[in-house]
């Protein structure tokens, strides 16, 4: 879907009613592709998210040997496994904007032999991944990487295995990028966790990923060590399903809160994968009510929306859905323990205080979070969206209660959420 380089958004007259089409989870898909092509078989996927994040994965395990084919039409990608080797000796990685790629692909590329250059983005090139070259250059992996951001190159001689320490306070994915590839390491590897933990939801997510293929992940103190046995052989299930993607689904929940409507995501329950289904707990403390069964996750939004004080570092990138709707609350919302948000895409919480006050919004922001405090009526203006797909989808959630909204910049949903525009305005319809 093409769309013009500034979209005004509608307000609604009455309450959203209705199901909302969410794709598939941009980390279940990351991680799933890997594991697939560490696997010892052919495995599909279904159900996968079709948008840039994931086609960068895609393309880098193409340049790293791999089979892989993709029916975008069905949102399904085949992927034949080499039972932990990599085919390439030598491959060019582009990663673009994607975090998930960059921090899955490096791990992933050590284990075979040759050279394997990584790079992005000009944005990329300023997110940080030093801690994970230094856990791998601890396990005995050869890696340039002389800013801490990319381009980096690794110089691979197979991944032994040994013991290593990885920082997670600025991202969980490092951690999860070892766990990934360590199961096909030569011999065991131990991985110690220094400092804060971030995102624990995420790495519990990759922990659960790999043992559905077959690996042995022991989970020690706390989480806080991970002993991993060496030569471990993958196994394809065969078929694996991905579910909707709860980042994704936050917007359309919101969007029930602020037009008191309801709005139901189908096949995700409160049994998934994805920690950030806990943003429905956050609405259900601003007054909505919520139903969780196993095929589904319902809100209901209630007449008038409260503040809350939450710490979000669990489900960070909810911070912006939450943050969209806080100016129409009755009293402030806190949301804390989030400074890790500063290296995405772009610097989150500085972006989300500059168009909150764009919009007339009184919004006090610390080092780790924001202090947001309620607006009786909001400002119409043109929303930067800083080549962010969260800014883009969250603030159409604020268009929604408030007229003269223009988002610039809205094709950045292809992020992550191509037709993101196209499903919100079919859900504003179906009531």
């Known amino acids: 879907m093409t769309l013009p380089p500034q979209l005004g958004i509608t307000p609604v007259s009455s309450p959203i009613i209705g199901t909302a089409f969410v794709p598939g989870s941009k980390s279940i898909t990351n991680r799933a592709l890997a594991l697939a092509a560490l696997a010892d078989d052919e495995t599909l996927l279904t159900g996968a ?15 790293l040997g791999f089979r892989v084919e993709a029916s975008n039409t069905v949102h399904e990608v085949r992927v034949w496994g080499c039972e ?6 030598n491959a060019q990685l582009f990663v673009g904007n994607s975090g998930t790629t960059a921090r899955f692909i490096s791990p992933i590329a050590a284990l075979g032999y040759g050279e394997f250059l990584l790079d992005g983005v000009e944005r990329m090139r300023e997110r940080p991944i030093r801690d994970l070259a230094e856990a791998l250059l601890k396990l005995g992996v050869e890696i340039d990487c002389p800013t801490g951001c990319p381009p980096l190159t690794i110089h691979a001689k197979g991944l032994q295995g040994g013991c290593t320490i990885v920082r997670s306070d600025s991202s969980s994915q490092f951690l999860s990028g070892l766990l990934l590839a360590a199961p096909c390491a030569t011999k065991e590897t131990i991985i110690c966790v220094e400092g804060p933990i971030l ?5 519990e997510m990759t922990v659960a990923m790999v043992r559905q293929f077959g690996g042995v992940i022991e989970v020690l103190s706390g989480g806080r060590e991970y ?3 060496g030569g471990q052989k993958l196994k394809s ?7 909707p993607d709860a980042s994704a689904a936050s917007y359309f929940f919101a969007a029930a809160a602020v037009t008191a409507g309801r709005v139901r995501i189908a096949n995700l329950g409160p049994d998934a994968l994805q920690g950030d289904v806990a943003f429905v707990d956050v609405l259900e403390q601003m007054g909505c009510e919520v139903t969780k069964a196993p095929g589904f996750i319902e809100v209901s939004g209630p007449e008038t929306l409260h503040g809350v004080t939450v710490d979000m570092n669990a489900i960070s990138d909810t911070v912006m859905t ?3 709707i806080a100016p129409f609350a009755d009293s402030p919302t806190v949301i804390e323990n989030v400074a890790h948000i500063r290296h995405k895409e772009t610097d989150r919480l500085s972006a989300v205080a500059t168009e909150l006050q764009r919009l007339g919004v009184r919004v006090e922001e610390r080092f780790d979070g924001l202090t947001i405090f309620p607006a009786k009526q909001l400002l119409p203006a043109t929303i930067q969206t800083y080549d962010d797909h969260r800014m883009a989808m969250a603030f159409a959630i604020t268009g929604l209660r408030s007229p003269g909204i223009v988002i610039d910049n809205p094709q950045c949903v292809a992020k992550t959420f191509p037709d993101f525009f196209a499903r919100l305005e ?3 319809s179906a009531g």
């Not at 932990?84 to 000796?89: C, E, K, L, Q, R």
């Not at 995102?199 to 790495?203: G, L």
Request: glycine content about 4%; charged content about 20%.
């Open 199 to 203: 995102s624990a939801p995420y790495i």
């Open 322 to 324: 939450l943050a969209a």
């Open 84 to 89: 932990g080797t990599i085919p390439a000796s």
């Open 426 to 428: 079919e859900l504003c």
């Open 49 to 63: 998210l079709v948008a840039d994040d994931t086609q960068r994965m895609q393309d880098c395990l193409v340049e």
């Open 237 to 243: 299930p065969g078929t694996y399903a991905i579910e």
């Open 227 to 229: 002993r991993i046995p």
